[in-house]
T-cell receptor, first 113, second 113 residues
Framework: KQEVTQIPAALSVPEGENLVLNCSFT??????LQWFRQDPGKGLTSLLL?????REQTSGRLNASLDKSSGRSTLYIAASQPGDSATYLC????????????FGAGTILRVKS | DVKVTQSSRYLVKRTGEKVFLECVQD?????MFWYRQDPGLGLRLIYF???????EKGDIPEGYSVSREKKERFSLILESASTNQTSMYLC????????????FGQGTRLTVV
């Protein structure tokens, strides 16, 4: 059974720092991995989608990498801002589960001004 | 931009009521999903649908049913609401194919009293 783990569970950093969020998964037979952002009481906003054949994707200050063989992905946020404060979730689309996503529990990020 | 719209942001219902949560997407996606999100338990898949009138159970279907009469609309039904169904409910959609990006609605916070 595919399991997705996110470390750390919570992170607090001063504004301007570069930071890395980690996501690991137990079974490398995935189609893709997706990073989401969730603000309190709101839905999920898609940040980046990495296909299994890709190594990384970039959008603005965000860069996500994928190492499928080791079952790991990282989300790098450059020059963090207070507006980046949110919960960040990763999810994998596992080959055995077809269209379904398996989510990690998330990392709660607080960027202090 | 893809838009997934959930009919209510907040709902308060009484125990035993029949509750309908509605979700509409505007991108002609084949796949639609209902999740619930609870502190400490993360996102759990309730039901999904890969075509009109087609549905499959997710990980926690008990106490729920779904309806997909039109491609753009996916309804979650709580047949007889109970207090343990108090939760955040999230709807998502994706195009057909495992390599596609998932998009979420803004969430419905349901409280059953």
């Amino acid at each position: 059974k595919q399991e997705v783990t996110q470390i750390p569970a919570a992170l607090s950093v001063p504004e301007g720092e570069n930071l890395v969020l980690n996501c690991s998964f137990t079974d490398s037979a995935i189609y893709n991995l997706q990073w989401f952002r969730q603000d309190p009481g709101k839905g999920l906003t898609s940040l980046l989608l990495i296909q299994s054949s890709q190594r990384e994707q970039t959008s603005g200050r965000l860069n996500a990498s994928l190492d499928k063989s080791s079952g790991r992905s990282t989300l790098y946020i450059a020059a963090s801002q207070p507006g980046d404060s949110a919960t960040y979730l990763c999810a994998v689309c596992h080959m055995e589960y077809g269209n379904k996503l398996v989510f990690g529990a998330g990392t709660i990020l607080r960027v202090k001004s | 931009d893809v838009k997934v719209t959930q009919s209510s942001r907040y709902l308060v219902k009484r125990t035993g009521e029949k509750v309908f949560l509605e979700c509409v997407q505007d991108m002609d996606h084949e796949n639609m999903f209902w999740y619930r999100q609870d502190p400490g338990l993360g996102l759990r898949l309730i039901y999904f649908s890969y075509d009109v009138k087609m549905k499959e159970k997710g990980d926690i279907p008990e106490g729920y049913s779904v309806s997909r009469e039109k491609k753009e609309r996916f309804s979650l039904i709580l047949e007889s609401a109970s207090t343990n169904q108090t939760s955040m409910y999230l709807c998502a959609s994706r195009e057909m194919g495992a390599h596609t990006e998932a998009f979420f609605g803004q969430g419905t916070r349901l409280t059953v009293v």
